[in-house]
């Protein structure tokens, strides 16, 4: 590869990224926006970040996870 070639590649590298995390910052601002409007109906911001994070894994994992959850509260004795 030619200095030229290398030094385009790297250019071009670097501009798709750069736009990229432009793209990245422009979602950020409208998810923040989301929560601030269901915030401003009432939902709990927090709870909802859960739900997400719930929906995202795997339904073993979530079993899982639900599970450990629920023997940990036993042992530190929270009871619901």
């Known amino acids: 590869m030619t200095e030229e070639t290398t030094t385009n590649n790297l250019t071009r590298f670097i501009e798709r990224i750069e736009r990229l995390e432009s793209e990245k910052a422009d979602l950020v601002a409208d998810i923040r926006d989301i929560y601030a409007e269901a915030?401003?109906?009432?939902?709990?911001?927090?709870?909802?970040?859960?739900?997400i994070k719930l929906r995202k894994m795997d339904p073993a994992d979530r079993s899982e996870n639900e599970y450990l959850r629920d023997e940990y509260k036993k042992l530190v004795g929270i009871n619901d």
Do not use: A, C, L, S
């Open 39 to 51: 915030k401003g109906m009432g939902y709990d911001t927090k709870v909802m970040r859960q739900i």
